[in-house]
């Protein structure tokens, strides 16, 4: 068992944690009260090569793997969560599918704009009646000749108004009595598609979240994501490798939580005493370091299995369940730690908790995870 980081693993590491501190950090706090979608930073992330970063380097990617995608995923967070969410959802749901289903074909021409940075990566699942119940969906894809004709909407979903294209889910046909439910390339400009982003968040306020409305968008059938009526089990495989993502940005969320209240605690001062020689404080710190350690090392491991090519659906789960939770866990600390400062939006650890509910909520909620944890144990 090796706990080091490759030596490619360690260059990405140090690149992204410089890049994320001098360039992200900075204006996290303006973007979250403006709403700026971070679109100079990612212009900049393209040109170092991380945009594409777990795909293979014909499609313009730089042909790394799972691990160095959950650092990135982490430092980004670590600086600016709106950034990192954007940066996981375009490798995780918006490249991912296209690179495990995708025809050679359809990988050239979709997933290298991705890889390149030309476009940002979306993925269209749920909707307004079919959030934790993804097989609820309601959208529907009928076949007009050589075409399909796609009628719904979706909601909630990430980076899709800097997308030229998607993959979104639809109701196919009907099989058995069952919704034959299959994934279809959606270009973003196709007539007869809206992009609707006037949600008002509670955080991640940088980042892109939209409203998608399909009427009569009419698409080649060359568009079908892998085969048809595959279209549950595509999305379950890619929200496997999304919630190492999560779990990654969990961690990152926790990490400047955590930092902010050690240094905090080393520089007030109250009875006579800094706040980091009581007892109490010290404890709660100790929690922290520990409870961040066993996220980042979860995180680590679905990252591993994945890249070995085994099974990691227990372990993604586990990762973004425990890293979700005890995102909340240190923000909600470091809060109590700065007292009453820690209330006032000057000192930004109140934006740590808000950024990281979403956490517990997105790619599967609390409630889901230990549900897909259940199945697999055997329950």
Same mark, same amino acid.
């Given at each position: 068992?090796? &706990? ?10 140090? !690149?992204? *944690? ?10 996290? #706090? ?38 160095? &995608?959950?650092? @990135? ?12 969410? +954007? ?8 490249? /991912? ?28 699942? !749920? ?14 894809? %009928? ?14 979903? !990430? ?23 299959? $994934?279809?390339?959606?270009? %973003? ?16 306020? $940088? ?5 998608? #409305? ?20 595509? &999305?379950? /495989? ?29 520089? =007030? ?11 109490? +404080? ?13 996220? =980042? ?15 990691? %659906? *227990?372990?993604?789960?586990? /990762? ?9 866990? @240190? ?25 990281? *509910? ?6 599967? %909620? ?7 944890? $259940? =199945?697999?144990?055997?329950?």
């Amino acid at each position: 068992m090796n &706990f080091d980081l490759t030596q490619e693993q360690q260059m990405i590491k140090k !690149t992204i *944690k410089e890049f994320a501190d001098e360039v992200v950090a900075p204006g996290a #706090v303006d973007r979250d009260r403006s709403k700026e979608f971070p679109a100079d930073i990612f212009k900049q992330l393209s040109d170092m090569g991380m945009m594409g970063l777990p795909f293979d380097e014909k499609y313009g990617g730089a042909g790394a793997d799972t691990t160095s &995608f959950a650092i @990135v995923t982490e430092e980004l967070s670590r600086a600016c969560a709106s950034t990192g969410i +954007t940066y996981s959802a375009h490798i995780s749901l918006g490249g /991912a599918p296209l690179n495990l289903f995708g025809t050679e074909q359809q990988k050239q021409r979709y997933l290298t704009p991705i890889c390149k940075g030309e476009s940002f990566g979306a993925f269209g699942l !749920t909707e307004p009646n079919a959030g934790s119940d993804a097989g609820g969906t309601q959208t529907r894809a %009928t076949e007009d000749g050589d075409d399909w004709v796609i009628n719904g909407s979706k909601v909630y979903i !990430t980076n899709a108004s800097y997308a030229n294209h998607l993959a979104l889910t639809a109701i196919t046909g009907m099989e058995g009595g069952k919704k034959e439910i299959s $994934a279809i390339i959606v270009p %973003t400009d196709a007539e007869g598609f809206t992009i609707i982003d006037n949600y008002e968040k509670m955080g991640l306020n $940088a980042s892109n979240t939209t409203e998608l #409305v399909l009427d009569n968008v009419r698409v080649p059938k060359e568009n079908l994501l892998g085969k048809r009526g595959q279209g549950f089990k595509q &999305f379950m /495989a890619t929200l496997d490798g999304g919630r190492i993502g999560i779990a990654a940005m969990g961690v990152g969320i926790a990490q400047a939580a955590f930092d902010r209240a050690l240094r905090y605690s080393k520089e =007030r001062k109250q009875f006579g005493k800094t706040l980091s020689e009581f007892q109490i +404080t010290q404890f709660k710190l100790a929690d922290m370091a520990m409870k961040i350690e066993l996220a =980042r090392n979860m995180v680590y491991k679905a990252a591993w299995l994945k890249d070995q090519g085994r099974p990691f %659906t *227990k372990e993604a789960s586990m /990762a973004k369940l425990y890293a979700s939770e005890i995102s909340m866990e @240190v923000a909600d600390e470091a809060i109590q730690i700065h007292g009453g400062y820690g209330y006032m939006k000057e000192y930004e650890v109140e934006r740590y908790m808000r950024d990281a *509910k979403l956490l517990e909520i997105g790619e599967g %909620t609390s409630e889901i995870q230990r549900m897909v944890i $259940a =199945r697999q144990i055997g329950c």
